[in-house]
């Protein structure tokens, strides 16, 4: 039996990876893949309950799972709980427990939802990149971090931006090896001009390129990273950068795809094992009023298939099933334009599960 936890979270979280797993059922049935789920609690829903936002027994249980599906972390009701009880540290608490260094973020635009990016048709239309995102290492975990007081009495917060050679050297393969199997160009993004950090980045990535002589690397700062990816985002191929950027940059390209609510992401370690979750947050604007979109974390369970379990039939038929679905002109709130039926989080999970049931059922 694979095991597959899910951790629906907070804000919108409940709700889309309730459609998700609708999604996965309906595979595991006709493929019989063999895989039980089982429920935990991350994040803010955690800490309404045990009073932390990762309980050791959600740590053990994503520990023993084959995989993981996370919804989303945070909201209002606990943004003024001292940094260590913050939902978001259940979310880098697993990422971190788990050793998912590599944070994959495919922004592929589907053709039917040219007209919903902020951007002209022209400039997205075939879009389809991969950054790859280091995940557990860089500011978001450098020691010494925290707010001190100075002898003048004047408080000072700092964090440390850190990255050893063989962290570096870790997601470096990670990306070379993506780029081989897709259009073999590798851009990797630093600032290379002001922090000594991205200064070994560089050099690290320089010294990988050779063992992969069919990918051409080539490097960009960030702020000329970001700009680019909107004024000519089809020049990516595979983008590898560091945990903030990385961050920054694949809310940058979910625009690109005509909603955040439209992009998926597999956090793996070594080994392949890994979480995985849209790059979303809980989006507290709008949860529990049926409007989230929930195909980012549905097309997360593709990936999961995919990366996971070696399940490539049943991840390319989820990706069917949303295409079509998209074809049929359904869409959620986030992603509507003229001439659209527009639905709910609800009506869109009801609407993929329908088209894959049919397409299953014709083979
Ligand atoms: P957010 O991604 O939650 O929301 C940004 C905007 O995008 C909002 O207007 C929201 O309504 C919209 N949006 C997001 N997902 C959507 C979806 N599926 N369908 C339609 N619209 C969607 O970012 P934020 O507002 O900066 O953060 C809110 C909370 O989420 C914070 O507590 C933050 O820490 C947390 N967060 C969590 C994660 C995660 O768990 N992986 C990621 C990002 C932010
Ligand atoms: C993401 C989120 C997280 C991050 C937060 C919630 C910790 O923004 O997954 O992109 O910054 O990594
Ligand atoms: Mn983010």
Same mark, same amino acid.
């Given at each position: 039996?694979?095991?597959?936890?899910?951790?629906?979270?907070?804000?919108?979280?409940?709700?889309?990876?309730?459609?998700?797993?609708?999604?996965?059922?309906?595979?595991?049935?006709?493929?019989?893949?063999?895989?039980?789920?089982?429920?935990?609690?991350? /994040?803010?829903?955690?800490?309404?309950?045990?009073?932390?936002? =990762?309980?050791?027994?959600? @740590?053990?249980?994503?520990?023993?799972?084959?995989?993981?599906?996370?919804?989303?972390?945070?909201?209002?009701?606990?943004?003024?709980?001292?940094?260590?009880?913050?939902? +978001?540290?259940? &979310?880098?608490? &697993?990422? %971190?427990?788990?050793? =998912?260094?590599?944070?994959?973020?495919?922004?592929?635009?589907?053709?039917?939802?040219?007209?919903?990016?902020?951007?002209?048709?022209?400039?997205?239309?075939?879009?389809?990149?991969?950054?790859?995102?280091?995940?557990?290492?860089?500011?978001?975990? /450098?020691?010494?971090?925290?707010?001190?007081?100075?002898?003048?009495?004047?408080?000072?917060?700092?964090?440390?931006?850190?990255? %050893?050679?063989?962290?570096?050297? !870790?997601?470096?393969?990670?990306?070379?090896?993506?780029?081989?199997? !897709?259009?073999?160009?590798?851009?990797?993004?630093?600032?290379?001009?002001? @922090?000594?950090?991205?200064?070994?980045?560089?050099?690290?990535?320089?010294?990988?390129?050779?063992?992969?002589?069919?990918?051409?690397?080539?490097?960009?700062?960030?702020?000329?990273?970001? *700009?680019?990816?909107?004024?000519?985002?089809?020049?990516?191929?595979?983008?590898?950068?560091?945990?903030?950027?990385?961050?920054?940059?694949?809310?940058?390209?979910? *625009?690109?795809?005509?909603?955040?609510?439209?992009?998926? %992401?597999?956090? =793996?370690?070594?080994?392949?094992?890994?979480?995985?979750?849209?790059?979303?947050?809980?989006?507290?604007?709008?949860?529990?009023?049926?409007?989230?979109?929930? =195909?980012?974390?549905?097309?997360?369970?593709?990936?999961?298939?995919?990366?996971?379990?070696?399940?490539?039939?049943?991840?390319?038929?989820? +990706?069917?099933?949303? %295409?079509?679905?998209?074809?049929? /002109?359904?869409?959620?709130?986030?992603?509507?334009?003229?001439?659209?039926?527009?639905?709910?989080?609800?009506? *869109?999970?009801?609407?993929?599960?329908?088209?894959?049931?049919?397409?299953?059922?014709?083979?």
């Amino acid at each position: 039996m694979k095991k597959v936890l899910i951790l629906p979270g907070d804000g919108i979280g409940p709700e889309i990876t309730t459609q998700a797993e609708r999604v996965l059922d309906a595979v595991n049935q006709h493929f019989n893949l063999g895989i039980s789920t089982q429920h935990g609690l991350v /994040g803010g829903a955690a800490i309404d309950v045990t009073g932390v936002p =990762l309980p050791g027994e959600t @740590l053990a249980a994503a520990t023993e799972s084959d995989a993981i599906l996370l919804g989303a972390v945070g909201g209002p009701k606990w943004d003024n709980l001292e940094m260590a009880l913050r939902p +978001e540290k259940g &979310l880098l608490g &697993l990422r %971190s427990g788990l050793e =998912l260094f590599a944070n994959l973020r495919p922004a592929i635009l589907y053709p039917q939802l040219a007209d919903a990016s902020s951007l002209k048709p022209e400039i997205v239309s075939g879009l389809d990149i991969l950054i790859v995102r280091e995940l557990t290492g860089g500011i978001y975990f /450098g020691q010494p971090r925290g707010i001190r007081t100075l002898n003048d009495g004047e408080r000072q917060g700092y964090n440390t931006y850190v990255y %050893s050679e063989s962290e570096i050297e !870790r997601i470096g393969r990670v990306a070379f090896e993506a780029a081989q199997k !897709r259009g073999g160009k590798l851009c990797s993004i630093d600032k290379h001009n002001v @922090l000594e950090v991205t200064v070994l980045w560089r050099e690290v990535m320089d010294r990988l390129a050779p063992e992969y002589p069919d990918v051409q690397l080539s490097h960009m700062y960030v702020d000329n990273a970001a *700009m680019q990816l909107v004024r000519a985002p089809k020049q990516f191929d595979v983008m590898v950068t560091g945990n903030m950027f990385g961050d920054i940059l694949s809310d940058c390209a979910a *625009m690109l795809t005509g909603s955040i609510g439209m992009l998926p %992401s597999a956090s =793996l370690d070594a080994n392949n094992k890994g979480m995985y979750e849209p790059v979303h947050g809980s989006a507290p604007d709008i949860a529990g009023q049926d409007l989230a979109n929930p =195909l980012a974390t549905i097309l997360s369970v593709s990936m999961m298939l995919r990366y996971s379990f070696g399940a490539v039939d049943a991840a390319a038929a989820i +990706e069917q099933a949303v %295409s079509s679905v998209l074809n049929q /002109g359904v869409r959620t709130g986030d992603i509507l334009s003229e001439g659209c039926e527009k639905t709910g989080t609800r009506g *869109m999970g009801d609407a993929v599960v329908k088209e894959l049931i049919q397409a299953l059922s014709e083979v």
